[in-house]
């Protein structure tokens, strides 16, 4: 089997360069928020959503390729290779995570997550019974483990995956891959359930410990949905820009590969829709002060406002442009529903993060907020590109690509 | 008793999916309207090779659904607010997160009904009988076969011409499709 998109590569200039200006353009933003020390505060705050937005990307990529083998799904194959240059980047992702340590450990004058303050904890009877869960250390050791698996696992699928690719036109190594696949299948059921785990915790751990006293029982899988929309919204966005510059082979993108891709992320958004509100409604009905002060918050005064933007940004409008079968079939559609929602998934965790700056915090988007997005933005666009630009466009040696090829639903 | 036979349709039978989808493509070309495919199974792509208009279903589930939604906020607003107001929980009157469940519940089910009385309506059901399923022919393609039918009803609808088209589709086995008029002056 001879193919030619082996040799496909982006070799175009205009991702990387991109990708370049986004990170130095966020980088300054930085720079100037941070020569204000008045500022650190916020600063830390606004760089922890950025990096749970590249983290749910990458996290959510590596999710796909696991969700992909374990159901031996055939219309994926051809964008698998996509979702593996995102999840291969666990390692840049935790660089990204240091950051974040250090403004958890180092300031002393504000506290990232309060549970820092262990004089408050030790004070208040239920948050001192929290404290064995909530401490430096722990949350330390947590997330290295967290990391330890996704990178391993990553590691696996991402090398399998290219290593299958040296088959392309030698076909004794066929049956190798064969085995490769097998091999690939085993192993994403286990981790599907390490990652059930992982994320759950990682979004308990990174913004639900934001307020200690608060918990919700829904919480992991509302990170999780979110993980999976934000994921499939930046392999529909680079699927879209390759298939414009004439990258992506046509055989790969007809209407029932499409439909595939088009009906996870619509039913991805009502799931979201279902989640975020069992959790708001069982919260509102109880009424009890300790959970309902956070939803409170969020639904008085200007905070109401991002609250009724994210639910429109997030389900309402995605929900109609995507209702219709041949929305669903159409990749400028899918495009323009996954930019509609990876702005929903940059708000949702502005709505979960930033109100936690302090009491008087009030929802605005100055340089201060959008500074790390861009910055961690570009560091992943970039590592991206460099991934694509090392390896084939398509998993190629996959045995399963032919019946890729000639999908039907 | 006279048993009058009335030729209704032409059905052309295929061994192979392949085969009467290339066929559907031919007959769509040759501009029939009145004509049909069964298959066993459902057959993806056979709606783009027959030609198929969208169906309006869509827009009329969708209608119902906003019926719905409207049904139950208004049943629920009204009983709860209007009709027998009880204060619950110290929560308001108008508490629509607690409407929710039943207005997506409501969305959901006139949706539901609306596509069964569509399917109802639009697929003919509730007719006692057909030519095509009094004949030997529905034995055929609910089991292992594929047919083409053309309606004799179609205005380019000759038995020559019909018999032409199939022969040029490559079916080999071709047969007319009669309905038998009479006993005591109706159809059967």
Redesign the interface.
């Known amino acids: 089997m001879k193919n030619t998109e082996s040799t496909l590569q982006i070799e175009a200039k205009p991702l990387k360069t991109a990708a370049i200006i986004l990170a130095l353009l966020g980088a300054v933003l930085s720079g100037i928020v941070l020569s204000d020390k008045a500022n650190y505060s916020v600063f830390s705050f606004s760089y922890l959503l950025a990096f749970i937005f590249v983290w749910t990307a990458v996290i959510g990529c590596l999710f796909f390729v696991a969700l992909h083998h374990v159901t031996g799904a055939v219309w994926s194959v051809a964008y698998r290779r996509i979702a593996e240059s995102f999840a291969s980047n666990v390692g840049i992702i935790f660089i990204l995570f240091l950051p974040v340590a250090y403004f958890t450990y180092a300031y002393k004058d504000f506290h990232l997550y309060s549970w820092m303050d262990h004089h408050h904890m030790e004070e208040h009877p239920v948050l001192a019974g929290k404290l064995p869960y909530l401490n430096f250390n722990f949350f330390a050791i947590r997330a290295f483990a967290f990391f330890a698996i996704w990178f391993l696992f990553s590691r696996f699928f991402v090398k399998s995956s290219v290593q299958q690719d040296a088959s392309i036109g030698n076909s004794d190594l066929q049956a190798k891959n064969v085995r490769t696949t097998k091999k690939m299948r085993d192993l994403s059921g286990p981790f599907i359930i390490l990652f059930a785990y992982t994320t759950s915790f990682a979004g308990i751990d990174w913004i639900m410990s934001l307020d200690p006293l608060w918990f919700s029982t829904m919480y992991g899988v509302y990170i999780f949905s979110g993980v999976v929309l934000t994921a499939l919204s930046v392999i529909s966005l680079t699927l879209f820009s390759l298939e414009k510059k004439g990258l992506f082979p046509k055989e790969y993108l007809k209407k ?1 590969h499409l439909y595939s891709l088009g009906a996870l992320l619509f039913a991805f958004s009502c799931f979201w829709a279902y989640i975020a ?1 069992s959790q ?2 069982l919260i ?2 109880a ?1 009890i002060p300790e959970e309902t002060e956070w939803f409170y918050h969020r639904m008085h005064g200007s905070w109401l406002t991002v609250t009724i933007a994210l639910a429109l940004i997030r389900f309402v409008i995605p929900f109609f442009m995507m ?4 929305a669903k079939m159409n990749i400028k559609m899918i495009a323009a529903v996954s930019v509609v929602q990876l702005v929903g998934q940059w708000i949702d965790l502005y709505w979960l993060i930033m109100p936690h700056v302090n009491k008087e915090y009030q929802p605005s988007l100055g340089i201060a907020e959008v500074g790390p997005t861009l910055l961690l933005t570009g560091l992943l666009l970039f590592f991206v590109h460099r991934f694509m630009s090392k390896n084939s466009l398509i998993a190629g040696g996959d045995p399963v690509l032919d019946r890729c090829k000639s999908f ?2 | 008793m006279s048993n009058e036979k009335k030729l209704v349709g032409m059905v052309g039978l295929y061994d192979t999916p392949d085969e009467l989808a290339g066929a559907a493509v031919k007959v769509r070309d040759a501009k029939y309207q009145k004509w049909d495919c069964h298959t066993p199974y459902p057959l993806h792509g056979l709606d783009d090779a027959m030609g198929l208009k969208p169906s309006p279903i869509p827009y009329i589930t969708l209608s119902a659904g906003f019926v719905g939604i409207s049904a139950a906020l208004l049943l629920q607003g009204w009983m709860s607010a209007v009709d027998y107001p009880v204060r619950i929980g110290g929560k308001p009157m108008w508490s629509w997160p607690a409407f929710v469940p039943i207005t997506f519940e409501l969305f959901v089910l006139f949706s539901c009904v609306t596509i069964m009385g569509c399917v109802v309506l639009f697929c003919k059901l509730g007719k006692w009988h057909s030519p095509l399923h009094d004949s030997d022919i529905m034995k055929e393609v609910t089991s292992t076969r594929f047919a083409v039918v053309l309606d004799s009803e179609d205005s380019n609808f000759t038995e020559e011409k019909a018999q032409k088209l199939l022969e040029e589709t490559g079916c080999k086995d071709i047969r007319p499709l009669h309905q038998i008029v009479d006993v005591e002056g109706g159809l059967i």
């Not at chain 1, 209702?323 to 041949?326: E, I």
């Open positions: 029932d509100f708001f409604m509102w009905y009424n209702l219709s079968r041949h039907h639903l």
